[in-house]
């Protein structure tokens, strides 16, 4: 597969984080990312004016962390390391505005905390999925030339594509968190065995319902793929060939990932039925 550095093959990632001082500057520590985190949600709460913040709002955010940091671990902030988080946080977090002596969050701060709170507000909701890729579908069914599924690529397939992978990354964190609750369930000693089978059916029947608009989905993305190959036919622009190669390759990929958690959690739950049958 193409890297997605091509475009720009001086780039070397590993080199530039590398670089003394920068990966604590994109991902800062514990007490100061918690901060970052606790004036993010209060500039969406509207609890600052026009979303600018005083240097008090950012110490009070940093001391107010400490209820989620273990005590060892916890940090009481003298004048001279505070200034030095506030000036590692003004690299990519924080802007600061000399005239009116205010801050206010960088777009990469914005983006920082935006991820986290998708990733753990959002539950995986594989119905989602199944829409997206019939109107992913439908919509490449309506290209009638190699502009149109160029068009298709660069406006639909690049939106979906971060969705799915973001769905997939949560399917395998809720097929993790089920199996831990059937293992749970089955070491109870103060229910009966038919109420923990009980407990277990419905939570594989809750994954099996899950599976089955999954394999909907699926059958979709082969129907894009087979016409995909189909509009491969008449393409002459090589750059789009290219394109098409790439979002083809992209729908196995996906499959190949999702079956082996749902395998495991099948392995799973047959030997624990055996284990009380």
Aim: aromatic share 10%.
């Amino acid at each position: 597969m193409r890297s997605d550095y091509s475009e720009h093959p001086t780039f070397d990632l590993m080199h530039e984080v590398g670089k003394e001082g920068t990966y604590n500057l994109l991902f800062p520590p514990l007490q100061a990312g918690l901060a970052i985190l606790n004036l993010y949600q209060k500039v969406r709460s509207g609890l600052f004016l026009n979303n600018r913040f005083r240097e008090s709002d950012i110490y009070n955010a940093l001391e107010g962390s400490s209820f989620l940091i273990k005590s060892d671990e916890y940090e009481r902030l003298p004048q001279l390391k505070f200034n030095t988080i506030i000036s590692n946080l003004q690299v990519y977090f924080l802007r600061y505005d000399t005239d009116e002596q205010l801050y206010t969050l960088k777009d990469y701060a914005e983006s920082f905390c935006r991820h986290a709170e998708e990733t753990l507000m959002a539950n995986f909701n594989p119905t989602q999925i199944e829409t997206i890729c019939n109107e992913l579908r439908i919509k490449l069914e309506a290209c009638r030339n190699q502009a149109q599924v160029k068009d298709w690529i660069e406006t639909y397939f690049h939106a979906f594509r971060p969705a799915m992978k973001s769905q997939v990354d949560r399917l395998e964190r809720q097929v993790d968190k089920t199996v831990q609750e059937i293992r749970e369930t089955t070491q109870l000693s103060d229910i009966s065995i038919l109420e923990v089978l009980k407990t277990i059916d419905e939570k594989l029947d809750r994954l099996r319902r899950q599976n089955e608009e999954l394999r909907s989905a699926f059958r979709e993305m082969k129907t894009i793929n087979s016409e995909l190959e189909v509009q491969l036919q008449t393409v002459t622009d090589q750059l789009i060939a290219d394109s098409i190669a790439q979002v083809r390759q992209f729908f196995p990929e996906v499959k190949y990932t999702l079956n082996p958690g749902f395998a495991s959690f099948s392995v799973c739950s047959i030997n624990l039925r055996l284990t009380y049958v």
